[in-house]
């Protein structure tokens, strides 16, 4: 029986309540909200917090039995970019540590941030209210600045030596796959012993196979075009770009291939970023259209309609687009970066890519094209891989987190 009963998570940046795809909204906004429902079902209540954007959010939200979104006052009623956000942390940290004093009812035991603003806020939380503080990076920025693309912005200074910090003061660390572990020890020095690995889940009950045919006819994809779809941000990060430099070299090289792209996602940061202007400057207008986020289970339609669903990324903790898209059924092809070989069986549930070439990326698309049979079986291959992934494992290995969290709150790690 595990110890912690109820836990506060810092999501200040962004909220679980947005929908993924665009601003700041991603997959940790799902990891997050998905995490905390399974949570509660093994009878541990999960307070979220984040900040209020809008003077018309109400102070709580039950997302479920036992979980609550409570929205803090810190800084203006309004978006903050996140570069803007790092003056707000002690104000946000004071204002959680207010309302999480204030609860009734089971006391919180353990404080969880997300992401590196979360983090710094909660270093302040955990000290005032003496609890262990557990840490998800998500993204890093070394690892980031790594693997930094001609047109990206190189993550500042200031977020660096932040989660420089949080390594040094989290009780434990938690990673999304072993690759990250091994980057939180080279870029920050921390120590094995206290990182725990956890992978992130897929929820099985949406994301599933079903009829392909269905899928198409419903979002009028003809069942002669080669369709190919990706879901997420609209950034130089996550390489919607790449996709559209690998379709006109397919136009030229390949002109069998009947293609059809699907672009799912919303612009974010500060880059200029116009999809749309590149697809028609490439004469791609007429097989490559540009859709706005949607919910989960319109998106499990899109990857159920795909040929092969694509994560062009320059930098992946996980990749939870891939997970998705493998649980209903579909071969995904992805960068071999991050925690992306993790998520995709190279050869058996998709295929990973070595940089972001757009020579590369046509091959891969045309070799799957070309190879229809084995492209089912990859598809049949993944729905499978894609079932060990669910999050009540997810919650599962949390919890088991939070209980070595509280354990070695006051004493040291052996080994660390």
């Given at each position: ?121 909660g270093i302040l939380v955990a000290k005032r209210l003496d609890l262990p503080l557990v840490h998800t990076m998500h993204t890093m920025a070394r690892v980031k600045n790594d693997h930094l693309q001609p ?78 779809v990706f879901a997420g941000r609209l950034q130089r990060l996550k390489g919607p770009h790449v996709l559209v430099k690998a379709a006109t070299i397919l136009r030229t090289e390949r002109p069998d291939i ?159």
């Amino acid at each position: 029986m595990h110890q912690i009963r109820r836990v506060a998570m810092l999501s200040l940046h962004t909220s679980p309540l947005e929908q993924p795809g665009g601003g700041d909204a991603g997959g940790m906004n799902v990891y997050v909200r998905h995490l905390a429902l399974e949570l509660a079902a093994t009878g541990v209540a999960v307070d979220i917090y984040t900040r209020r954007t809008a003077a018309t959010q109400p102070d709580t939200v039950e997302l479920a039995p036992q979980v609550y979104v409570h929205h803090i006052t810190a800084g203006p009623f309004t978006k903050v970019a996140k570069e803007a956000l790092p003056e707000l942390i002690t104000e946000m940290a004071d204002a959680v540590a207010d309302h999480v004093t204030s609860l009734s009812g089971e006391a919180v035991r353990v404080i969880h941030s997300h992401y590196w603003v979360s983090g710094m806020a909660g270093i302040l939380v955990a000290k005032r209210l003496d609890l262990p503080l557990v840490h998800t990076m998500h993204t890093m920025a070394r690892v980031k600045n790594d693997h930094l693309q001609p047109g990206q912005s190189a993550e500042p200074g200031i977020r660096e030596d932040g989660e420089q910090q949080i390594v040094a003061a989290a009780t434990r660390l938690i990673a999304n796959t072993t690759a990250e572990a091994a980057e939180l020890e080279s870029h920050y020095d921390g120590c094995e012993q206290r990182i725990d690995v956890v992978s992130p889940g897929v929820d099985l009950k949406i994301f599933k196979p079903a009829f392909r045919d269905r899928s198409r006819m419903k979002l009028r994809i003809a069942p002669e075009r080669f369709h190919i779809v990706f879901a997420g941000r609209l950034q130089r990060l996550k390489g919607p770009h790449v996709l559209v430099k690998a379709a006109t070299i397919l136009r030229t090289e390949r002109p069998d291939i009947d293609l059809e792209l699907t672009f799912l996602g919303a612009s974010s940061g500060n880059d200029k970023y116009d999809l749309t202007a590149m697809i028609a400057d490439a004469g791609l207008s007429a097989i490559a259209t540009v859709h706005p986020p949607v919910e989960a289970a319109i998106l499990a339609d899109w990857y159920r309609s795909a040929d092969v669903v694509t994560v062009p990324s320059s930098s992946e903790s996980f990749g939870l687009v891939a997970l998705e898209a493998q649980a209903c059924g579909t071969p995904v092809i992805a960068t071999s970066v991050g925690g992306l070989p993790r998520a995709v069986s190279d050869g058996r549930t998709g295929l990973l890519v070595a940089n972001r070439s757009a020579k590369l990326w046509a091959e891969a698309i045309a070799s799957l094209h070309d190879f229809g049979e084995t492209r089912a079986d990859m598809g049949r291959a993944a729905s499978v891989f894609a079932e060990a992934y669910g999050w009540e494992k997810t919650a599962a290995q949390t919890i088991l987190s939070y209980d070595l969290a509280l354990k070695y709150q006051h004493i040291p790690v052996p080994g660390c």
